[in-house]
């Protein structure tokens, strides 16, 4: 795990430099509507110290995937979509063949409507 990298998109997101719309943090993760929603609910919640993807989290940073779902139950919460008739889906992709696009570890809370299954 790093702190900090500063050719980072969502590290610079984390730190406050480049500009979010926020739904909840915490003192280790931060959750932002994703800019290209894929649904009417689409936050991603990043840990703020960088790690790469899931494929690169190790035993000292293990403990930010458990801190990432848990802040993406209270996005659930405050974006209304907790109640068991409704539901969401957590993603993580890894890698060119699942379109990662942004090399920070995120989680993507996606909800607001019926997913499709398979995705794509
Ligand atoms: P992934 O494809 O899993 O790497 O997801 C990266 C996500 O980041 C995509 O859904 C993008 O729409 C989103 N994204 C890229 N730039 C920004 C940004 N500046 N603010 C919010 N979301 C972004």
Redesign the pocket.
């Known amino acids: 795990m790093m702190a900090h990298m500063s050719d980072c ?1 969502f590290c610079r ?1 984390a730190s406050g430099e ?1 500009p ?1 719309t926020i739904v909840a943090e915490s003192e280790l993760a931060l959750a ?5 929603p ?1 649904a009417p609910v689409h936050v ?1 919640v990043v840990p703020r110290a960088h790690v790469t993807s899931a494929h690169t989290v190790r035993d000292a940073d293990a403990h930010l995937i458990g801190e990432l779902v848990l802040l993406a139950q209270r996005v659930a919460v405050i974006e209304g979509i907790d109640a068991e008739d409704r539901g969401y889906r957590l993603v993580m ?1 890894v890698g060119a063949d699942a ?4 090399p920070h570890l ?1 989680l ?1 809370v996606l909800g607001g409507r019926k997913l499709g299954w398979p995705p794509g």
Request: no cysteine; net charge neutral; hydrophobic share 50%.
């Open positions: 998109l997101i480049l979010s932002f509507r994703d800019a290209a894929q991603l992709n379109n990662m696009s942004v995120h993507h």
